[in-house]
């Protein structure tokens, strides 16, 4: 072997172990809060993906060879488990990955479920006491994975768990706002209960804690009857639901459109809720405006049609217009 091949080799031999140090590991969360989560705690020391997009409704995500590309390069992968990703079992048998599974919501004190029987509530990331659980445990397994940046990832975890303590009791001193008889939160899914539990608010959904059931008519009744007897002024809507029936139920009863919740996904960049802690913090603020006196309609600003609103009277003026300029023609014609 010449020594010209033998420094060829060489060189290429370093090139690749250098690459292969310098490859960042891959941390890959279910949805879009527990990616921000590990963002704030892994800074860029570790790559993040998430399996549901911005906007996507995790309890009725189906899988795509996509996600089992994403899983399968997983060194980690960060689930909430508690039955909110009931598609990932199979995602992960599929893609053959060698990456580690956390449960983000260890030591997390579940709230079980009144629709199915041995359930649990997913939700348990809308409670920041529970959050702070979530980072805890995030931060954990970073630090276990690569211990080299162990300190790093422990003085982000402690400055990011201070916010989430600063933001719960923001959280806990602005529902105080709302008159008491008025803490009745209604929303399209039961994504609030461990929020309404924390913060003292009444819950009440049109469906249960996934979006996969069927609206009942005793659903639509249940909601119709409370929003009546406590006065409800609003109802909220979800950034990953159909606001529709919603909007029925709110407007056939009195009350208005309070304004959008994100439970399930972060907003997008633009949105009041690109993170974790601005997700909460905006959720509240929605909640206190909408729930106290004065509230006003935010239905336009959700992209909700009014009914017999400003959409119904321009058609109805094009309309008219059309039906004159017909008239007109009819008339010359005959003339
Ligand atoms: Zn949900």
Redesign the pocket.
Known sequence: MSQKYITYIIFVATLFSSSLIAQKPVVVSSATMFTDMVKNIAGDLVTTETIVPIGGD??LHTPTPRDAKLVKSADLLMLNGLTFEGWINELIENSGTKGKTIMITEGVDPISSDTYKNSTD??AWMDLANGRIYIKNIAKALKELDPANASTYEANYKSYDQQLADLDAYVIEKIKEIPKEKRILITS?D?FKYYGKRYGIRLEAIQG???DSEIQTSDIKRVSYTIKRYEVPSVFVESTINPKQLKLIASDNGAIIGGKLY??SLGDKDSPAATYLDMIKSNTNTIVAGLSAGATDKSEEVGIENKGGKSNLILYGIMGLLLLGGMLFLIKKLS
């Open positions: 995790p309890h997913p939700h899914h994504a804690i996934s979006t439970a399930d």
